[in-house]
């Protein structure tokens, strides 16, 4: 019996190191481990609205991943040189992100029609499948004009956490990670708007 006893282990022991042979090794760093440059003082002026977001010390590294929009047209999110971009993460079955979509559509039209604006707003959806991507948009009406990128494997969690949803990531005019926001926020009122305006006069136009 004692002898049944150790074959089993042996063999158990065996099957655990074949397993941990197969696993894939990986060496890579999340982008936002790593710290590019310092940001100085916060910029004042922080709405109530937005009293949770924070704008970190240093500038971070964020993910440079190409997501396709609803037509299939890739997108790679460091594509935005010279403008603050707001990235939305965001999910059709979030129930927060039912209530943050209209403004986040609002601020899509007032900045990104604007050929002037240094700041752009782009949702990125973390869906599994387009096809509720496409539904959501019309149950909603958000029309052919909302911007939205489908990151279907989730890829962006590579690079920052994607726990929470909607989760809202603030980049500055090279594509790193300047602040963030989790949770469900109210994006309305023109004080955030011009709060934006502020944080892209800061960064919009880095360069390092």
């Not at 890739?74 to 129930?95: N, T």
């Not at 594509?175 to 960064?203: C, H, M, Q, S």
Request: glycine fraction near 6%; include cysteine.
């Amino acid at each position: 019996m004692k002898r049944l006893l150790l074959t089993l282990a042996l063999a158990f022991s065996l099957s655990l190191s074949t397993v941990a042979a197969e696993a894939p090794v990986t060496d890579h760093i999340p982008a936002f481990q790593t710290k590019i440059v310092e940001n100085g003082d916060p910029v004042a002026g922080k709405p109530g609205q937005l009293r949770d977001f924070l704008e970190m010390r240093h500038t971070r590294g964020f993910s440079k991943a190409v997501l396709p929009d609803l037509n299939g047209k890739e997108v790679a999110l460091d594509s935005f040189k010279g403008k603050l971009l707001l990235i939305d993460v965001w999910a059709s079955w979030c129930e927060p992100c039912i209530r943050t979509m209209p403004a986040m559509h609002e601020l899509q039209q007032k900045f990104n029609k604007d050929p002037k604006s240094r700041v752009h707003v782009l949702s990125v959806s973390v869906d599994d499948n387009v096809k509720n991507v496409q539904k959501f948009i019309k149950k909603y009406g958000l029309g052919d004009d909302f911007e939205t990128l489908v990151d279907t494997k989730q890829v962006i969690g590579d690079d920052v956490p994607l726990d929470v949803v909607p989760s809202f990531f603030m980049l500055d005019g090279q594509g790193n990670l300047i602040g963030f926001v989790r949770g469900y926020v109210d994006w309305t009122g023109p004080e955030v708007a011009a709060y934006l305006n502020k944080l892209a006069d800061k960064y919009a136009a880095r360069d390092y």
